[in-house]
Structure formats: C-alpha cells, structure tokens
C-alpha cells in the first residue's frame, strides 16, 4: 500500500488489510479515529474516550475478517465503537484481563494504534462548553467536521447517514450553538472551514 492511501476508497483498504496488510489498516483507521474517539467520549466521558476508542480501533482489526460489506466499514467500526463504550460503562472489562501478547504487537505495528486520540486543541471554551450542551447528533457532526476536519461524506458512513442529513446537522448545529452562546451575552465566531 502507497503512502498516499488517501484516495484509495476504504473498501479497498479494507480487503487489503484482511489480507495482512498492516498499512492498509492504519491508513483506513486514520480516517475514522477522530470519530471513534468522538463516539466513545461521548458515552464514557473525555477520562476514558481514549482508552474505548484503542480497544474498539484494536477489536476492528482483530474483527475484520468477520466483515459481511467492506464498503459499509465505517458503519461497522461506528457499531464496534458504540457497543464497546457501553461496555466498558457497564463495567463488563473482562476482555481487558485476558489480553495476549498479539495485542501488543498490533499496537506496535499500526501507527493510528499508537497516538493520542484526543485533540487537545480545540476550540475556545464558550464553543466547547456550548457544544457540551447541545443535542449529541449536532454536537458530533459538528466536533467531527470543525474541529477534526473530517469529510461530509466519511462522516456520514461514519455516523450511517446520508450526506444531506450531515450537511442539516451541520447548518442546524450552527444555528443551534449560536443561539446558545448569543443567549449567554457570549461572542459568536462563526465556524467555517
């Protein structure tokens, strides 16, 4: 695999990292892992986010053989990312004690594995305090496409949406957080990119 995987549909990257092809997977886990870590720190809070969104990028690796559609793997991933969170909020951790020394050298090989996973940039503290508070689907849509700088279409395969429902949340969520932080007496700083 090129390192210009960038262009290659994720279908292909896909099949290709089924077939062992370690970079394939990095480059196709590169693409979603701002919005693994969205989802998971959604549902376990920012403490944990990292933590859910390694162990659900590492069960997708383990779990890609078992793919049905290898153009629907964001959908899947997101699925993966979803159901691990929830676990790990109900405490059932049980996959954690049984960790083999495979899971160590997958960590090792795939770079997406290996960084941070939160953003520790973001914008400034009225946004994010606004964001916060907004509905979870515009408030996602939003931290995907603004401050992770994900594509409209990767987040809707992402999220299992259509592009048009991506772009409403995108111009509703913006109405909504400028409403909220005008409410507040705070500046709006309209978010464009």
């Known amino acids: 695999m090129s390192k210009t995987g960038r262009d290659v549909p994720d279908e292909v990257l896909v099949v290709g990292a089924i077939l062992g092809d370690f970079e394939a ?16 720190q959604s549902i376990v809070g920012r403490e944990e986010a ?11 690796f383990k779990a890609l053989p078992s793919i049905d559609d290898p153009s629907r793997f964001a959908a899947w991933l997101s699925a993966i990312t979803r159901n691990r969170a929830l676990r790990y909020l109900k405490r059932e951790q049980a996959v954690e004690s049984r960790r083999v020394d495979m899971d160590e050298l997958l960590l090792e090989r795939i770079s997406a594995l290996q ?51 991506v772009k409403w949340r995108l111009h509703h969520g913006r109405k909504l957080l400028r409403e909220l932080l005008e409410s507040r007496g705070e500046k709006w700083n309209e978010i464009r990119k």
């Open 25 to 40: 997977f990095d480059h196709v886990a590169s693409r979603y892992r701002a919005a693994v870590v969205r989802t998971a």
């Open 50 to 60: 990292e933590d859910v969104a390694q162990e659900a990028l590492l069960l997708a």
């Open 115 to 165: 960084r941070p996973l939160i953003d520790t940039r973001e914008a400034d503290e009225a946004v994010k305090h606004g964001l916060d508070e907004l509905p979870a689907d515009y408030a996602l849509v939003l931290r995907l496409r603004y401050f992770d700088e994900m594509r409209l279409k990767r987040i809707a395969a992402f999220l299992g949406v259509t592009v048009s429902t």
